[in-house]
């Protein structure tokens, strides 16, 4: 395709629902659901708020409850790649609630096409837009209100790279690890966080397929695409 109308909002900025939405979670939420479905979910249900997550857990205690912050009561994992990584999640269902990532996803929940992604899934991203061909892609730039600048390179790498297969990464990366979330991550300030979450955050393209989330009943669920 050659071209394509690129919109890059923050969840505040979403006036009216697009038709194809990437909703993008660097650091990290959707590295995090990433590394979930490489280590066996079968499905991730994003939940609304941490009453709802707990609720589903409460329903269906084989589910497993994971939100941002220090572990907490009736949950299972907290929102780390590096700690989640090493989980058997074979066959089961995650429940994710986090401050920004999950919210984006809600926030565009009746657009036709939702994707999630991040570095670790950019090139299958963008694998599935060019296969769409669609002429307009809004891509919702969640952490710090759309300011985030690891969200705002990364989905403005996936956007190069539905036109331009070559394009190169090297700059997006740089300025994700030079970001305010990164740094936050890597002294420590936020809570619930592994010393490999930034590098892990960073890995491109480490997993074959992308990410795509869809309304199942009452619930928006994200389930692994491959093109």
């Avoid at 939940?47 to 857990?57: I, M, T, V």
């Avoid at 331009?164 to 990164?182: F, I, P, T, W």
Wanted: hydrophobic share 50%; net charge negative; charged share 25%.
């Amino acid at each position: 395709m050659s071209g394509m109308y690129a919109r890059f909002l923050g969840i505040p900025d979403l006036a009216e629902v697009p038709s194809v939405a990437v909703v993008v979670d660097v650091m990290r939420a959707f590295t995090v659901a990433a590394w979930a479905f490489a280590r066996g979910a079968e499905k991730i249900v994003l939940a609304e708020s941490l009453d709802e997550a707990l609720a589903l857990k409460a329903r269906h205690p084989d589910w497993v409850a994971l939100k941002d912050g220090p572990a907490a009561p009736g949950f299972d994992a907290v929102n780390s790649p590096g700690l989640l990584r090493s989980a058997d999640l074979g066959g089961r269902t995650v429940v994710q609630k986090t401050t920004a990532g999950t919210v984006g996803a809600l926030a565009v929940k009746e657009a036709e096409l939702v994707l999630c992604a991040g570095f670790v899934v950019a090139e299958a991203t963008a694998e599935i837009l060019r296969a769409r061909g669609s002429d307009s892609v809004t891509f919702v730039v969640t952490g710090e209100d759309g300011r985030a600048d690891e969200d705002l390179a990364c989905a403005q790498y996936i956007a190069r790279r539905v036109t331009e297969a070559g394009a190169d990464a090297g700059e997006y990366l740089r300025r994700a690890g030079e970001s305010r979330a990164a740094a936050e991550l890597a002294q420590g300030v936020r809570q619930g966080v592994h010393p490999d979450d930034v590098a892990l955050c960073l890995e491109l393209d480490r997993f074959p397929f992308a990410m795509v989330a869809t309304l199942e009943g009452s619930l928006m669920v994200l389930r692994p695409a491959r093109t």
